[in-house]
């Protein structure tokens, strides 16, 4: 393999050249997928679920077991507190992405929705023929006056 940079022969993929300290990545791998953000948004649906789940469960379970007894340290009321603050706030964010993946099935159906549309006015509308047709000339009908009037010299 050859630097990029600076030429230097027999360099290795996957290392720095030895010349000009310039990174060679091996090219012969295959390029990682990108991730739409439909991909991300659904990531983030199920991470939201998990976690509101299971900081209400967390919350109810330390309340219901640890919680009103006379020797309970305070430092279980402020868990359970920020547990539930934790569930709130990952609540609304899982409605935001349940919206999010919405409008992108609307953009997906109306996209779909286009496309049919297209198809359906090209079996409706007759094919175009080009064969007879002649381009107009850009000079059509714009000389003609030139033949009326007379030239005058100055």
């Known amino acids: 393999m050859f ?15 030895r010349q000009c300290g310039i990174f060679l990545p091996d090219l ?11 991909d991300h948004v659904k990531a983030n649906l ?10 209400f ?11 009103f007894r006379p020797d309970t340290h305070w430092l279980i009321y402020l868990t359970a507190g920020l547990l539930i603050a ?4 990952h609540t609304q964010t899982l409605w935001r ?18 496309v049919e549309l297209t198809a359906t006015t090209e079996r409706l509308l007759n094919r175009q023929h080009f064969e007879d047709f002649v381009p107009a ?4 009908k714009t000389t003609r006056h030139l033949d009326d009037t007379k030239r005058r010299s100055s």
């Not at 630097?3 to 050249?17: F, R």
């Open 3 to 17: 630097c990029p940079k600076c030429g230097k022969s027999e360099q290795t993929p996957e290392t720095y050249c």
């Open 28 to 38: 012969s791998k295959p390029i990682n997928k990108v991730q739409t953000p439909e």
């Open 46 to 55: 199920i991470l939201n679920a998990m976690t509101v789940v299971t900081c």
């Open 57 to 67: 469960t967390l919350a109810i379970l330390l309340y219901t077991i640890v919680a």
């Open 86 to 89: 934790m569930g709130c706030w």
């Open 97 to 114: 992405s349940i919206l999010l993946k919405r409008h992108f099935n609307k953009q997906r159906r109306d996209s779909e929705a286009t």
């Open 137 to 140: 000339s850009v000079t059509d």
